[in-house]
């Protein structure tokens, strides 16, 4: 078995919204760069699959029948805009099948037990789609459709998804919101886009506490985001008792980052990489990885290179450089106070 699998495919370079948005951040070059570190790197021995593209009844577990139609007629007219941040060429429903494809395929080899961990180095992006709509650069929801397809059809129960973009997940978030087999868990710069993910919205009935929205401030850094994943998120987890940890996986609250105001650096997402893998092989449960934001694209490729040794368990998290304590502070007292209602830390 090998412990690590890396799933891309071509199409996702040929998605370019630059098409009808020429200064639009989210460029294939994102993914260019990061595949060329890659390759300058062997892979750091991952193994890599072509991701397959996603099947109409996979998307429409999550999505209607008529938001798919949607992309696929608009994409087959030559694009447009969708919204204003939105838009799609020719290529890009072939890419998104893909890109979504891509996240099934992990996840079927990883409960076939084929590896521990994989990474869908794909876009267009996924998780603010919601189940009838797209925004924010994404069109299907790719950790969504992967989760859904884990339950329906390869048979898993609870399935627990971890977004950590600088983003709010918030088309991640409405899908399952009234779900109790999936827990879903984001930590986001609030106030930004897309203004959605307040601490008190913990999901609907009969789901109340299975959605977990963790917003912190512009200028937030390290300390706090760990101490929220600590503390809170992955206690959480482990009383949910996952039986597959997916991660939507933003690499846009980096320091350097063009669209955010966070202030996280590449050993920030080390740190938290770290734990995220230590929760998954402590529990023996996969664990699967799906890129989502990033739009300086040297700190997006230096990010992932980092990460991937740490999550296929090359590095751990004492060969790190060591942390400060976390200081205590009043937004992790009301984290607590709120999720703790549900969970308890």
């Known amino acids: 078995m090998n412990s690590s699998l890396y799933f891309s495919h071509p199409a996702c370079l040929e998605h ?11 460029t294939p070059e994102r993914l260019l760069t990061l595949e060329g570190a890659l390759a300058e790197r062997d892979w750091l021995g991952w193994e890599r699959r072509e991701a397959p593209a996603a099947g109409g009844q996979q998307l429409e577990l999550v999505h209607s029948a008529e938001h798919v139609r949607f992309i696929s007629d608009l994409c087959a007219r030559g694009g447009g805009a969708i919204d204003p941040d939105t838009f799609v060429g020719e290529s890009s429903f072939r890419a998104a099948l893909h890109a979504a494809g891509g996240a099934v395929a992990m996840v079927a080899a990883l409960l076939a037990g084929e ?11 996924g998780h603010h789609a919601e189940r009838g709509r797209a925004m924010g650069f994404c069109l299907f929801n790719n950790v969504a ?3 859904a397809v884990a339950i329906a059809e390869l048979g898993l129960r609870r399935v627990f998804i971890l977004d950590w973009d600088v983003h709010h997940g918030n088309g991640t978030a409405e899908i399952f919101r009234r779900r109790v087999d999936v827990l879903f868990a984001s930590i986001h710069q609030l106030p930004l886009f897309p203004g959605t993910g307040r601490l008190e919205d913990v999901g609907s009935d009969p789901a109340q506490g299975y959605t977990i929205n963790l917003p912190v401030p512009p200028g937030s850094g390290e300390s706090l985001w760990l101490t929220l994943l600590e503390q809170v998120v992955l206690p959480a987890a482990a009383q949910f008792e996952p039986e597959l940890v997916l991660v939507s996986a933003g690499f846009d609250a980096h320091a350097q980052d063009p669209l955010a105001e966070c202030n996280l650096q590449t050993s920030s997402f080390q740190q938290i990489a770290a734990r995220v893998r230590d929760m998954a092989q402590g529990a023996g449960i996969p664990l699967g990885v799906v890129l989502e934001g990033g739009y300086n694209r040297g700190a997006l490729a230096e990010c992932v290179c980092a990460i991937l040794p740490v999550l296929a368990g090359d590095e751990h998290p004492d060969t790190l450089a060591p942390q400060p304590p976390a200081q205590p502070s009043s937004l992790t007292a009301h984290a607590l106070a709120q999720v703790g209602r549900h969970w308890s830390l």
């Open 16 to 26: 370019d919204p630059r098409v009808c948005s020429p200064a639009h951040p989210d």
């Open 145 to 147: 459709v992967a989760a």
């Open 115 to 125: 590896a521990s961990v994989g990474f869908c180095g794909v876009r267009p992006s």
